[in-house]
């Protein structure tokens, strides 16, 4: 089941907060067997509904004050007459902040309504076109796409590498708990891309398909294990870098000799 973190709480990473060093696995967090690790989001999760409605500060447009859109939105109310108004106010404004106000007030409301298709082509606009600096959006978006279909798993790696790019912002416990879920993000969209071909391979095999599994192996084997130094060096939880660098790379040598590095 999809979780929403838009219109209820936002996400944050307390799962991936430090601890003192790799912890043993969980079996709430690491599901091994036949070469797939798959992650559990669900803490991650309750971090992003803390950031909704923040970014707002008091602006008025040609539609109305973004205040009084801003909470209309957030509970998906915003008339149809006023989303049109202010998609239109995004393409004829100047004001780059003002778009990206503009946007998020359509966001939320998109997202409170449960029309995730909407959501979708408003985030990729927004970063596209409006604003890429800001990490949490990007790490929402990423967020978002790690859970779609395997033809999405490239951009969720993108997105998360410009959040990454953008890290600084972030400082003490945060900062750790946001890197360590970015390189989360891209490992899982590496190794489910790699699943996804392998099994493409299995039904219909062909030169090029193998190749871009075995490509799609080694990008997750090498992200696996820069997730997994991150762990080291900072004190997070090791167990699920480990175990998805031990099956990405057929062998331990590879991931045990990791070193650390907090990042």
């Not at 838009?6 to 969980?26: Q, R």
């Not at 790699?194 to 080694?218: F, V």
């Not at 997070?236 to 062998?251: K, N, Q, V, Y």
Request: with cysteine; glycine share 8%.
């Amino acid at each position: 089941m999809r979780r929403w973190w838009f219109a209820v709480p936002a996400l944050a990473l307390a799962a991936c907060g430090p601890k003192n060093g790799a912890t043993g696995p969980s079996s709430k967090d690491v599901q091994f067997a036949g070469g797939f690790v798959d992650f559990d989001f669900s803490e991650e999760q309750a971090a992003l509904d803390e950031m909704t409605g923040a970014e707002i500060d008091d602006n008025d447009t040609e539609c109305g004050d973004l205040v009084g859109f801003e909470t209309t939105a957030l509970m998906g109310e915003l008339k149809r007459d006023d989303v049109r108004c202010l998609d239109d106010a995004i393409r004829t404004s100047d004001r780059q902040t003002q778009k990206g106000k503009i946007s998020r007030v359509l966001l939320n409301d998109a997202w409170a309504r449960g029309e995730e298709h909407r959501w979708e082509a408003l985030a990729r606009r927004h970063l596209m076109e409006i604003d890429r600096s800001d990490p949490d959006m990007c790490y929402r978006f990423a967020y978002y796409l790690i859970d779609r279909g395997p033809e999405k798993m490239d951009e969720a790696q993108k997105w998360a590498q410009v959040a990454l790019d953008n890290r600084r912002v972030w400082e003490g416990d945060l900062y750790v708990k946001r890197v360590y879920a970015l390189m989360k993000i891209k490992t899982l969209a590496a190794q489910k891309k790699w699943t996804w071909l392998e099994s493409e391979y299995a039904r219909k095999p062909s030169e090029d398909l193998s190749k871009q599994a075995t490509e799609a192996r080694n990008d997750t084997k090498t992200l696996a294990r820069e997730w997994l130094e991150y762990a080291l060096g900072s004190g997070t939880d090791a167990t699920a870098p480990l175990e998805i660098c031990r099956s990405a790379a057929g062998t331990g040598d590879y991931c045990e000799g990791a070193g650390a590095g907090g990042g």
